[in-house]
């Protein structure tokens, strides 16, 4: 960590992001065996970071289930503990299986969450959680009903060190009130990308999938309960061999409490860049603001982390990577065994993706 003033006193306090970063010195909430879950639906990699967070917390990985006994095997190498289940229908009607984390493809996942509530376990979703407002309600009503959580692994705040800490200094009142936030979410398409992926029925649209992170954003930092589209665009610039892809997307948003937010997302990451996306967010306050290097600081550094905070004070730069932690896997399974809401309420869930469906649904085609 370093800096140029007072700053870092004021604040205290892995490398960029993977699919399952992991924390250098994580905090068990649970002894073993007290948080029993389930892995189902393999389909992304992101479920290796989704357990990863419940394990390196407490949890125990009791069943791992696919359809596809190659993704249940590679799992399984990762978290031998887990068995394999034969049958989806084997993991809802263990009483002892308190969660089901799933990473299934994005059209199934709403549905899914719907199956694992009502059979009595809380479901946590690899985003984007839903690929149409009908499923939303769908799920919300099964919520209300059941009393399970559908959480959802928001990874780009929830999984990185840097978002984390930008959170306690906004709390911290380091910039005073947050009047805007701007995201950029680039990623590499690469190759060996799955048929789905292509198939916008399926995956739903680059605003309803990587636009979701920077919605979900937006309302934490600036402490939105709801927010407005004002406009949203989506494009084809360099794909037209998969003409249902989008691989640009942008939304201007404003939140109940004035706050205002603009984010872009794409597919458009260039070969010669270190890592899979240059993720950037910017916190405007009214005294001061912040910029989170995510996962590379370019020409400069390989790793990320990178915290930049500017207020009356002075100028600031925090390397936050291997210092803070993960705290929402461990409140997450607090929250299961408590019935509390301190990793993340179900309403602001359920909004983040309501948002970013609406932006999908809304949004102008261009280019």
Known sequence: MTGNNRSNALFGSSNGQTYAPSAEKPEKVCGPGEFAIAAVALEHGHIYGQCQGLVEAGATIKWVYDP????????????????????EETV????????????????DRGPLGVRAMRAGKHYFTDKAPFTDLAQLEEARRAAAETGNKYMVYYSERLHVESAVYAGKLVRDGAIGRVVQ????????????????FFQKSRYGGILCDIGS?????????????DARVLHSKVANYRNPGHPELEDFGDATLVGDNGATNYFRVD??????????GDGRTFILGTDGYIELRKYIDIA????????????????????????IGYPFFGELILDCLNGTENAMTQEHAFKAAELCLIAQRDAVRVG
């Open 68 to 87: 596809d006994p190659a993704k249940v095997e590679a799992f399984r190498k990762v978290f031998p503990g887990a068995q394999a289940a034969p049958s």
């Open 267 to 276: 597919w458009l990451t260039p070969d010669g860049l270190g890592t899979w």
């Open 92 to 107: 809802f009607a263990d009483d002892e299986v308190r969660l089901v984390a799933a990473a299934a493809i994005p059209s």
């Open 213 to 225: 992170h920077q919605i979900e954003q937006f309302l934490f930092f600036a402490g939105c309960k």
């Open 181 to 196: 936030v701007l995201g950029t979410g680039p990623h590499r398409l690469g190759t060996g990308r799955p048929d789905w």
């Open 300 to 323: 400069r550094s390989g790793s990320g982390n990178h915290v930049y905070l500017v207020n009356h004070e002075g100028e600031a730069h925090f390397d936050v990577s291997g210092k």
